[in-house]
């Protein structure tokens, strides 16, 4: 849950793409998974994504009202590596939670994320470099 969150920057939405991933996984789950963590990481924010473009979309038409905060969202601002990962782009950070938190690797995330195997070695570099950078002017 908190890898989806720092992924996503919320944990608006959070535990319903959490949800939806392992009903997923219970209807079609590949034979030859190696990572369950990965994999059920991959799906649910795949939902959080799906669930974003619809609101948005709902939103738009003003079908919807906009969400209340949810409770750990102020927690979780106030870590510093959360407060950090929000001001990265949502793929910078979600290249950086599911390599460094989940643990998936450079295949991996090529694979699930459909991005190119070349591409997803410099864009971590990338993402950890700005990283870096945004932490030392917080704190310096």
Do not use: C
């Not at 209807?27 to 959080?48: G, Y």
């Not at 590596?81 to 690797?105: D, N």
């Amino acid at each position: 849950m908190r890898a989806l969150a720092a992924a996503a920057g919320t944990y608006e939405g959070v535990e319903d793409a959490i949800q939806e991933a392992f009903a997923v996984a219970l209807q079609r789950s590949p034979a030859d998974l190696r990572s369950a963590e990965a994999w059920l990481f991959v799906v649910a924010l795949n939902s959080l994504r799906s669930q974003r473009r619809r609101f948005r979309l709902a939103s738009r038409l003003r079908l919807v009202r906009p969400p209340e905060p949810h409770e750990l969202d102020d927690a979780m601002r106030r870590a510093d590596v959360i407060s950090t990962l929000q001001l990265l782009s949502e793929r910078e950070r979600t290249l950086l939670v599911a390599k460094y938190y989940v643990g998936l690797t450079q295949d991996e995330l090529a694979r699930h994320l459909n991005i190119p195997r070349g591409t997803v070695s410099s864009a971590i570099s990338r993402a950890a470099a700005r990283f870096r950078e945004l932490e030392s002017r917080r704190s310096g």
